[in-house]
């Protein structure tokens, strides 16, 4: 699977495969939101960083788990705009994406034009 | 709560919350739960918790994990002193924020 060539360390492995089994056991509905926001924050999120990503999808297991045990309704988990909590949820993990790395490089190069600026 | 309350909250929802949680201890639900009694009715419940881990990930708050009858352990949340020195910071924030805008309602400037 390809989570394995993102997550090498083999303890990550045990921990990410028991995030799995946290998953699978949460009902319907709340196991598809899982799915789905793990989808997202797999693609945006962490992903040159292993513990990084195992602590952000433990993270989310724990949030869901709590909703299921509050009865909270899926939709005051996630909110109206579930981009927007996927978005904020994910800043509180480091590790490179991407998307991050494109932000940095953006970034980067408006810091040398700054300094070309003043040269 | 209209749309432009929500965008106006998402600044001081930290504030917010680090306020409320200078009052009393507190898990992730109970804050969401106050927050909606007191008419906030769009926070998300994934909004708060998302801000509960980035105010521990920054020290603000110490946590202590409680057992519950169903479900993972609570955690449960307080404000420590560098929370309440950041809550300081934010109440100056607002003032200065609020005292503005109000001379611009009364066409000063």
Sequence with gaps: MWIEKIVGDLGDKKRYREYRERVRQ?????????????????????????????AMVTDLADLLEQSVAAGTPLRDVVGADPVEFAEEFMQNYGGGS??????????TAIDRAEAEERR | MGKQATEMLKGTLEGIVL????????????????????????IAEGTIYALLI????????????????????????????????????????????????????????
């Design chain 2, 54 to 109: 980035r105010a521990e990930q920054r020290g603000l708050v110490d946590v202590e994990k409680v057992p519950s009858e169903k479900g993972p352990p609570r955690k449960v949340y307080t404000l420590n002193a560098r929370g309440q020195e950041y809550l300081n910071e934010f109440w100056r924030t607002w003032s200065f924020l609020s005292e503005r805008l109000e001379q611009l309602r009364e066409g000063g400037r």
């Design chain 1, 26 to 54: 949460l009902p319907d509905g709340y196991r598809e939101a899982a799915l789905a926001l793990e989808r997202y924050l797999l693609h945006l999120g962490p992903s040159n960083d292993g513990s990084s990503l195992i």
């Design chain 2, 19 to 42: 306020a409320l949680l200078s009052g009393r201890a507190a898990y992730g639900y109970e804050i969401t739960a106050w927050l909606r009694d007191q008419g906030f009715t769009d």
């Design chain 1, 98 to 107: 991407w998307i991050r790395k494109e932000r940095d490089r953006l970034a």
